[in-house]
């Protein structure tokens, strides 16, 4: 039995959950709504305060969704609550972040600044050289996060470009001279 998807999702005070036809889930909370379409196969029940999930068998596809589908309830009635964070540090010599309106302005050592709108439904805020990604949506703030750090790599010598706050970028030691 799948250990995550046996767990029941405590839903607390304030937030509400729908499940409609072709398991649809709608989490609606203080800070906004979300709504996903789960696997069919799922059965999704609202059980008093709490979110059940089963499965029909014990295929191995079933018990993969099992654990995903639960997963994805969960981070969605987080989200509605407590919202999600992801932050980023510019490091670098002349590296900076600015904002600008709904705009995230980069200077990376490019030849041109690169500029990022903000998607919908999330916000980026800069203090400092760190950069802060708020949402109510986990893959979305995970996504955006991810993008504003694919525009320059930590690189393995000097350390220089966007890395996550809590990310170690292994060390390279340079070349050395010769004699």
Do not use: C, F
């Not at 959950?17 to 909370?29: W, Y």
């Not at 981070?75 to 992801?86: F, L, S």
């Not at 990022?116 to 916000?123: A, C, I, S, V, Y």
């Not at 504003?148 to 930590?154: C, E, F, N």
């Amino acid at each position: 039995m799948s250990r995550i998807g046996r767990m029941p999702i405590a839903v607390p005070a304030g937030v509400t959950v729908d499940i409609a036809e072709n398991n649809k889930v709608t989490v609606k909370g203080p800070k906004g709504t979300l709504e996903r379409v789960l696997p069919a196969e799922m059965d999704i029940k609202l059980e008093g305060d709490q979110v059940v999930v089963t499965r029909p068998n014990d295929l191995k596809k079933m018990k993969s969704l099992h654990g995903l589908t639960r997963t994805l309830i969960n981070n969605m009635v987080v989200g509605v609550t407590e919202g999600y964070t992801k932050v980023l540090e510019v490091n670098g010599v002349g590296y900076r972040a600015a904002k600008q309106g709904k705009k995230l302005v980069l200077s990376l050592g490019y030849s041109h600044p690169v500029e990022m709108e903000d998607p919908e439904g999330l916000e980026s805020t800069v203090e400092g050289n760190n950069i802060t990604v708020k949402g109510i949506d986990k893959e979305k703030v995970g996504q955006y996060a991810a993008e504003i750090r694919d525009k320059r790599r930590p690189e393995p010598y000097k350390g220089k470009g966007i890395k996550y706050a809590d990310e170690v970028i292994r060390r390279k030691v340079g070349k050395t001279g010769k004699k």
